[in-house]
């Protein structure tokens, strides 16, 4: 099992996720949860295709933290 960072970002109509490990994969919500859930099916579908594809699929390599600074 591969565990993938997703980066959510909070847009004008909801949510939108996306991860650099899996160029073009990405999802959209109404809320954060469901944007999770969607990017989950996405995910799964995503690698999927690859492997009916014959292609390799990535493993993760995305790490992050956070900085604090004064605002």
Do not use: W
Request: contains cysteine; negative net charge.
């Amino acid at each position: 099992m591969n565990r993938y960072l997703v980066v959510i970002e909070k847009t004008g109509m909801g949510y939108s996720a996306y991860l650099s490990d899996l160029p073009g994969c990405v999802a959209t919500g109404n809320s954060r949860k469901e944007v999770e859930q969607e990017m989950h099916d996405a995910i799964e579908f995503h690698i999927e295709g690859l492997r009916l594809a014959g292609e390799e699929v990535p493993e993760p390599q995305s790490q992050a933290s956070y900085c604090e600074v004064a605002a």
